[in-house]
């Protein structure tokens, strides 16, 4: 059984488009990570959420935590090709001295 | 700054053979992890190291996985004998964990790739 959840497991889209992201659990976590792996390379760290309801931007991604800290979405506004990549999210159970635990990630390809 | 740095990037080898992987994790952090990553998966934690103490190596198959982290810088993760299904990429990540302070940010590393034929 995966822990983490996430949604859709692959997305194709234009440039241009709007997409969200999800990543689901019946666990609540103290915090929820989201990063971004291009092929090749490791996950880089995009943002940490710890607050129920929590909202954060990075330019055109808005991440959200639920309000019972069991879930978030990432959305990405006028997706560009340089968004392609996976999108993990990752989250503790705990306090961070827990181990993290990874999702299976959603594969984005954005198509000039 | 240097990144995290992993060495070989890439290692096919035949079942049965031993291998061995390095990090040099980035000055300074004091935690350091050893990640297995098979296709189409997220990262699976395999060991976790608290400066020279592995604090968490629980996922860490035992009977052929062996790492050290010797003066609490760098670390090999070894694996011997390799088996097909250990076919994946193996990632290390480091961070600075301060009491208190919460989700610590990891580092990856570039990973190594390892083919078992």
């Known amino acids: 059984t995966q822990l983490l959840e996430q949604s859709p497991q692959f997305l194709s889209i234009q440039e241009g488009e709007n997409l969200t992201v999800y990543c689901n659990s019946s666990?609540?976590?103290?915090?929820l990570q989201w990063y971004r792996q291009e092929p090749g390379e490791g996950p880089v760290l995009l943002v940490t959420?710890?607050?129920?309801?929590e909202v954060k931007k990075l330019k055109r991604l808005t991440f959200q935590f639920g309000d019972a800290r069991k879930d978030s979405s990432l959305h990405i506004t006028a997706a560009q090709p340089g968004d392609t990549g996976l999108y993990l999210c990752a989250a503790f159970l705990n306090s961070g001295n827990t181990p993290l635990v990874f999702g299976k990630g959603t594969r984005l390809s954005v198509i000039a | 700054e240097a990144g995290v740095v992993q060495s070989p990037r890439y290692k096919i080898i035949e079942k049965k053979q031993p291998v061995a992987f390095w990090c040099n994790p980035i000055?300074?952090?004091?935690?350091l992890y050893w990640y297995r990553q098979n296709l189409g998966q997220g990262p699976e934690l395999l060991i976790r190291?608290?400066?020279?103490?592995?604090?968490?190596d629980s996922q860490l198959p035992k009977d052929r996985f062996s790492a050290e982290r010797l003066k609490g810088v760098d670390s090999t993760l070894k694996i011997q004998p390799a088996e097909l299904g250990d076919s994946a990429v193996y990632l290390c990540?480091?961070?600075?964990?301060?009491f208190g302070a919460g989700a610590p940010e990891q580092y990856f590393g570039p990973g190594t790739r390892l083919t078992v034929t």
């Open positions: 000055s300074g952090h004091n935690t």
């Open positions: 666990s609540v976590f103290s915090s």
């Open positions: 190291y608290e400066n020279e103490e592995a604090v968490d």
């Open positions: 959420v710890v607050t129920g309801g």
């Open positions: 990540a480091s961070s600075f964990a301060r």
